[in-house]
């Protein structure tokens, strides 16, 4: 999995190799030993910063994963084959290019990670909500907790959590709706259905749901297998 931003929280920079200078069509390969996933990154520091895409990165060895570029900087999540992971990162412009490789190390602080265990899979779960009741959101506004009625008239009361390393990232805006909502006693009709869609890394009589993807008023068009409804 590619992606790029920048992480809040408990976050280390341990360097790989810095100030890799990259001629045009020339490349330089990582190597990390590893019995466990690990996240490595790069980013560009030369003074004149890329116009385009300039540095591709491919993971050697790889069937699955097509190379990926950036213009300022990216990461990626590898699981090692063999004990070790191997990236390339080439320069595919024009013009020279300096760049900082890097291992990511994160460690979780945010309430909210006390919640789950981070080596369970999640499972898709929607909630089309018909009526909120209550929520309260945790110190550090990691997570809230939610309870309502789902269109189908079955009470819910679970735990949403809205980040873990990266303050302020995803739906924010969300629990401050919906305490709107509640506070204000907002007619039902003004946002019902209320789509909250995420994984779900609880059980049954405890739903924890992460890695929300859609947070939003009146999405009576969500597109959803029923089996992925919680009903």
């Not at 809040?8 to 466990?36: C, F, H, M, N, W």
């Not at 809230?144 to 390393?165: C, K, L, P, Q, Y």
């Not at 019902?192 to 999405?219: F, H, T, W």
Request: net charge neutral; aromatic share 10%; with cysteine.
């Amino acid at each position: 999995m590619l992606c790029t931003g920048t992480a809040y929280g408990a976050v280390k920079r341990v360097p790989i190799r810095s100030g890799v200078v990259l001629k045009p069509g020339e490349a330089y390969t990582a190597q990390v030993e590893s019995a466990k996933p690990v996240e490595i990154a790069w980013t560009a520091v030369q003074a004149k910063r890329c116009t385009m895409d300039c540095v591709q990165m491919t993971l050697i060895g790889a069937t699955h994963a097509p190379p990926f570029s950036a213009a300022m900087g990216a990461q990626g999540n590898y699981t090692p084959t063999d004990g070790k992971v191997v990236v390339e990162y080439k320069n595919v412009s024009q013009e020279p290019v300096t760049i900082d490789v890097f291992l990511v190390e994160r460690t979780c602080d945010a309430e909210a990670c006390r919640l789950f265990d981070n080596s369970k899979k999640g499972s898709w779960l929607v909630f089309r909500v018909n009526e909120f009741k209550s929520i309260t959101n945790s110190n550090d506004g990691s997570y809230s907790v939610i309870s309502g009625v789902v269109e189908s008239g079955r009470a819910f009361r679970i735990h949403v959590v809205w980040w873990t390393d990266q303050k302020g990232a995803g739906f924010m805006g969300c629990p401050r709706w919906i305490k709107g909502y509640v506070d204000n006693h907002t007619p039902t009709e003004k946002y019902r259905p209320y789509i909250i869609s995420g994984q779900n890394v609880g059980d049954e009589n405890n739903i924890v749901l992460k890695s929300i993807d859609d947070c939003v008023p009146l999405a009576s068009h969500f597109g959803v297998p029923e089996k992925n409804v919680f009903k």
